[in-house]
């Protein structure tokens, strides 16, 4: 059992302050549970000690009264995954959770209810207790309270800004609810403070980049978050930008993770702890994929990148190391949990902002441009706590947070213009005092400790000036590499190993708190466990080459292996091997099949639903993801056809008059007109509409637009009084893959994206290959790997770009659909396959469904199979 509590100040775990410094992780967007626990380690590893996730209800009920929670789909399991990493959870089931994804975690059918969604609507209420009651105690079974994980915290719907009686009662409603599920942590809120009275710690998000990253090297100022500060509650930021979202036809990735790169992420975490805040949480750590139908269509397209410091196919960025650097610091550095506001003040361009624990009377200086685009160097002579005209250089958009007047282990630091990284006592019984501090590259540096009597000072390595005066120790430096000073006071007191670096040596180091304490290493791509056996520290981790290895722990180990082997130089380190190389197969052996036989007047229909008259929408007839085909009967004479149909940002839909092309479109209403002699008299005539539905709105406004329909909403015949009576045909539930993976296309419901078909007897073809012909085609081919044991190999599909064509292409792998490449839009052309996806030494089928839109511009450009990295693992 545990106790959860917070004041003013932050949040607290068994009577200790806790800085809670978390990052967004949705299990859904990466269908591989072996894949959550590598994401987890690498968030523990980097700083993190919580991570925030959603539950999409959408994803795990296909149907009303239907849930799974098994396979990729077991929250138990990841949970679990969470209390064995380490790593603290705040638990975000909804029941709306945003998110760029489908119905904003509304699950499709809930799109047809009449009552008001996110109020105290009945119809809505029972559903969503529906959902909670299956949620809810999967949660609270993995709280930290009751001594059973490491859920520390549960938030109650998601950004919900409807003050008024109805918006209070329904979120009363929702907190009763957890309670009554058995959830005792603090209840959380990000809902601007709205529904303070109703939750325990009521946040509030902020993007201040926004979501427009076709301009990356223009920032927006850094908003001061103390305003959003609830008098009683820590200040709270559930969701602070860790990247940014890009549409269909926006500008990539890359540009996302530049606007919100490391210098970026330093300014603005720094500024929000100037601001108070000890509970942040970055939205996202890692995106991942919006597989399937999974992605919201107005806000992206299946890469959910989202320019976070771990990409979507798990390489860690520069924006992670950052991450780190600071995620070691507020660990490290207790009094960081309780500060009061000094005062800003402006030195020239030069900002600062000065915070002070009241207990301790340490002193965090945060110093930046206050023009967040000035890119000018300035050395200006500021106050550090009581220390005055201490020189500082601040370069372009670098930030500082410096810490003075601070009891660091057995240490006095006066203060310091290097940034702590971290610091901790090392070995059995404190032998040794280790701090790593970090400045910019060829700055200078000093720090300034306080002793009683003159200590010794050995400089082990690097170059490093000392000064003793007045009790004081002043060390100067220069920036350059790794330089190590051994510190040891007279009279037997604690000795201080201080490492000194700069921000690429700072990189390289990794922390792990074992049972027996904290260890430091050196080298490695990542260290992702540590632990002792009597004396051997054993460490698992990754490389990406051959690379040495050192080991910082106090004198506790006396050999040291690496992911199960010996490492070959002592304790204190020795050399680590990298991953063996990899060649990957060519894509060849294409076969091809054209596939609109619902096009064709003979085809039979009549085991189709038949549409209600006026609701022939996709959701009114069961179809919630994906594809639907609609075929429209009527006889008589008729000279064109006004059809509408919505289908989402980057949807479309085609329409045939008795198996004769017409034309596509992305409007949301056209008329066709029928081409001369294309219409039977006296007999039966179909028009066939396939409409390629991009997934639900979002409901962020709480305005029921995640209700607007998709596929055919309406249709006249022009030139006729006759009505058409319709059948309906969309997709089924994969009982593996679940509700999102396919669509109603003829291939997908015949499972030629499935890796059992057999598409032998198909034609072969090369690619790239032209198709004028229009409606559906599959190409299929079989891909063999034999990568090594124990290497991780960051794989994607990458579609050849061609703006000049019109086709898109649902690209399944092994059944699973990894995303949608849209020619004519783009801008995704890399396709990564999630972990889990993958034999990795074996056969692999690769299946493409190609919608070809304009009867000329069609097929299958070059698919080619691409590394982005390569890692030799535990």
Same mark, same amino acid.
């Given at each position: 059992m545990h106790t959860i509590a917070y004041d003013d100040h932050s949040y607290s775990i068994d009577g200790k302050r806790l800085y809670v410094w978390s990052g967004e992780f949705h299990y859904?967007?990466?269908?591989?549970?072996?894949?959550?626990?590598?994401?987890?380690?690498?968030?523990?590893?980097?700083?993190?000690?919580?991570?925030?996730?959603?539950?999409?209800?959408?994803?795990?009920?296909?149907?009303?009264?239907?849930?799974? /929670?098994?396979?990729?789909?077991?929250?138990?399991?990841?949970?679990?995954?969470?209390?064995?990493?380490?790593?603290?959870?705040?638990?975000?089931?909804?029941?709306?959770?945003?998110?760029?994804?489908?119905?904003?975690?509304?699950?499709?059918?809930?799109?047809? %209810?009449?009552?008001?969604?996110?109020?105290?609507?009945?119809?809505?209420?029972?559903?969503?207790?529906?959902?909670?009651?299956?949620?809810?105690?999967?949660?609270?079974?993995?709280?930290?309270?009751?001594?059973?994980?490491t859920v520390i915290a549960y938030q109650v719907e998601n950004e919900l800004y409807t003050d008024t009686p109805d918006g209070h009662a329904y979120i009363r409603h929702l907190a009763a609810k957890a309670k009554a599920d058995g959830i005792t942590v603090p209840l959380l809120g990000n809902h601007k403070g709205v529904f303070t009275r109703e939750l325990d710690i009521d946040g509030y998000d902020r993007y201040p980049q926004e979501f427009d990253c076709s301009h990356p090297d223009v920032w927006s100022p850094l908003p001061d978050m103390a305003f959003a500060h609830n008098k009683g509650e820590p200040l709270y930021l559930p969701e602070f930008q860790?990247?940014?979202?890009?549409?269909?036809?926006?500008?990539?990735?890359?540009?996302?993770?530049?606007?919100?790169?490391?210098?970026?992420?330093?300014?603005?975490?720094?500024?929000?702890?100037?601001?108070?805040?000890?509970?942040?949480?970055?939205?996202?750590?890692?995106?991942?994929?919006?597989?399937?139908?999974?992605?919201?269509?107005?806000?992206?397209?299946?890469?959910?990148?989202?320019?976070?410091?771990?990409?979507?196919?798990?390489?860690?960025?520069?924006?992670?190391?950052?991450?780190?650097?600071?995620?070691?610091?507020?660990?490290?550095?207790?009094?960081?949990?309780? @500060?009061?506001?000094?005062?800003?003040r402006t030195t020239g361009a030069v900002l600062e902002r000065v915070r002070r624990n009241p207990a301790t009377g340490t002193v965090f200086t945060v110093v930046r441009h206050k023009d967040v685009n000035d890119k000018s160097t300035d050395s200006v002579r500021i106050a550090l706590g009581a220390h005055r005209d201490v020189p500082v250089v601040i370069a372009g958009r670098d930030s500082k947070l410096l810490v003075s007047d601070y009891a660091m282990d057995h240490q006095r630091l006066e203060y310091s213009t290097s940034e702590i990284m971290t610091h901790g006592v090392f070995g059995d019984g404190g032998r040794q005092d280790i701090a790593l501090l970090y400045g910019r590259r060829g700055q200078a540096g000093r720090t300034v400790l306080r002793y009683a009597a003159r200590p010794r000072v050995t400089v082990l390595a690097g170059d490093v000036q000392q000064r003793w005066a007045d009790g004081t120790l002043r060390l100067d430096y220069t920036h350059r590499g790794l330089a190590k000073v051994l510190v040891e006071p007279p009279g037997g007191g604690t000795?201080?190993?201080?490492?000194?670096?700069?921000?690429?040596?700072?990189?390289?180091?990794? #922390? %792990?708190?074992?049972?027996?304490?904290?260890?430091?290493?050196?080298?490695?791509?990542?260290?992702?466990?540590?632990g002792y056996e009597g004396g051997e520290l054993r460490l698992t981790g990754d490389t990406d080459r051959a690379t040495a290895i050192e080991v910082f722990d106090g004198g506790r180990a006396t050999s040291v292996t690496w992911n199960g082997r010996a490492v070959n130089g002592g304790a204190n380190g020795g050399r680590l091997p990298?991953?063996?190389?990899?060649?990957?197969?060519a894509l060849t052996g294409w076969r091809f099949s054209r596939d609109t036989p619902e096009a064709r007047p003979a085809y039979d229909d009549s085991g189709w639903r038949t549409a209600a008259a006026g609701a022939p929408a996709a959701?009114?007839?069961?179809?919630?993801?994906?594809?639907?085909?609609?075929?429209?009967?009527?006889?008589?004479?008729?000279?064109?056809?006004?059809?509408?149909?919505?289908?989402?940002?980057?949807?479309e839909w085609l329409v045939w008059l008795n198996g004769r092309f017409?034309?596509?479109?992305?409007?949301?209403?056209?008329?066709?007109?029928?081409?001369?002699?294309?219409?039977?008299?006296?007999?039966?005539?179909?028009?066939?509409?396939?409409?390629?539905?991009?997934?639900?709105?979002?409901? /962020?406004?709480?305005?029921?637009?995640?209700?607007?329909?998709?596929?055919? @909403?309406?249709?006249?015949?022009?030139?006729?009084?006759?009505?058409? @009576?319709?059948?309906?045909?969309?997709?089924?539930?994969?009982?593996?893959?679940?509700?999102?993976?396919?669509?109603?296309?003829?291939?997908?419901?015949?499972?030629?994206?499935?890796?059992?078909?057999?598409?032998?007897?198909?034609?072969?073809?090369?690619?790239?290959?032209?198709?004028?012909?229009?409606?559906?085609?599959?190409?299929?081919?079989?891909?063999?790997?034999?990568?090594?044991? #124990?290497?991780?190999?960051?794989?994607?599909?990458?579609?050849? #770009?061609?703006?000049?064509?019109?086709? #898109?292409?649902?690209?399944?792998?092994?059944?699973?659909?990894?995303?949608?490449?849209?020619?004519d839009l783009g801008p995704q052309q890399a396709f990564p396959v999630p972990s889990g996806l993958l034999r990795t030494d074996g056969r692999n089928e690769v299946a493409v469904a190609v919608i070809n839109a304009d009867a000329r511009t069609g097929g299958l450009g070059r698919v080619t199979l691409r590394a982005t990295g390569n890692f030799a693992t535990p």
């Open positions: 859904w967007r990466l269908p591989s549970p072996a894949a959550w626990r590598d994401v987890l380690q690498k968030m523990k590893a980097g700083g993190f000690n919580a991570t925030s996730i959603y539950f999409d209800w959408g994803f795990h009920s296909p149907a009303r009264g239907q849930y799974d /929670f098994t396979g990729i789909r077991d929250v138990d399991r990841l949970l679990d995954m969470a209390a064995e990493v380490g790593i603290y959870v705040i638990a975000r089931p909804g029941p709306y959770i945003n998110a760029e994804t489908d119905g904003g975690g509304f699950p499709g059918w809930l799109s047809t %209810q009449k009552g008001h969604a996110r109020s105290t609507a009945p119809d809505y209420l029972a559903a969503a207790d529906e959902w909670l009651s299956r949620i809810d105690p999967l949660i609270a079974r993995h709280q930290l309270t009751d001594g059973r994980g860790g990247g940014a979202f890009d549409p269909w036809g926006g500008v990539g990735y890359d540009k996302c993770r530049q606007l919100t790169n490391g210098d970026f992420e330093k300014a603005a975490y720094e500024n929000n702890i100037a601001s108070g805040s000890t509970m942040q949480n970055f939205y996202m750590v890692h995106g991942g994929t919006s597989w399937g139908y999974l992605a919201a269509p107005g806000q992206v397209y299946s890469s959910y990148d989202y320019g976070a410091p771990i990409s979507e196919d798990r390489r860690l960025t520069e924006k992670y190391l950052v991450d780190k650097r600071l995620g070691y610091m507020v660990q490290a550095v207790a009094p960081l949990t309780e @500060t009061d506001a000094v005062g800003d000795p201080l190993l201080l490492l000194l670096a700069d921000d690429a040596a700072a990189d390289t180091f990794w #922390r %792990q708190n074992t049972a027996r304490g904290p260890v430091l290493v050196r080298g490695p791509e990542l260290v992702r466990t540590a990298g991953p063996a190389p990899v060649v990957l197969p959701d009114n007839n069961g179809f919630h993801a994906g594809s639907v085909w609609y075929r429209g009967h009527f006889t008589g004479d008729a000279t064109g056809v006004k059809l509408a149909a919505t289908t989402g940002k980057a949807g017409l034309g596509d479109t992305r409007d949301k209403s056209r008329t066709f007109s029928f081409p001369a002699g294309a219409v039977r008299r006296g007999a039966d005539n179909v028009l066939s509409v396939l409409t390629v539905n991009m997934g639900h709105n979002m409901d /962020f406004r709480s305005n029921d637009s995640h209700k607007e329909p998709r596929g055919l @909403t309406s249709a006249a015949l022009q030139g006729s009084a006759r009505a058409l @009576t319709w059948r309906v045909q969309g997709g089924r539930p994969d009982p593996v893959r679940g509700p999102l993976n396919a669509g109603g296309l003829h291939g997908e419901r015949q499972g030629f994206h499935l890796p059992a078909y057999d598409a032998s007897r198909w034609p072969s073809v090369a690619l790239p290959h032209p198709d004028r012909t229009p409606g559906v085609s599959w190409y299929r081919t079989s891909l063999t790997l034999a990568l090594p044991a #124990r290497q991780d190999v960051p794989l994607s599909l990458v579609v050849a #770009r061609e703006r000049s064509r019109h086709y #898109r292409a649902l690209i399944y792998v092994n059944g699973w659909m990894i995303g949608q490449y849209v020619s």
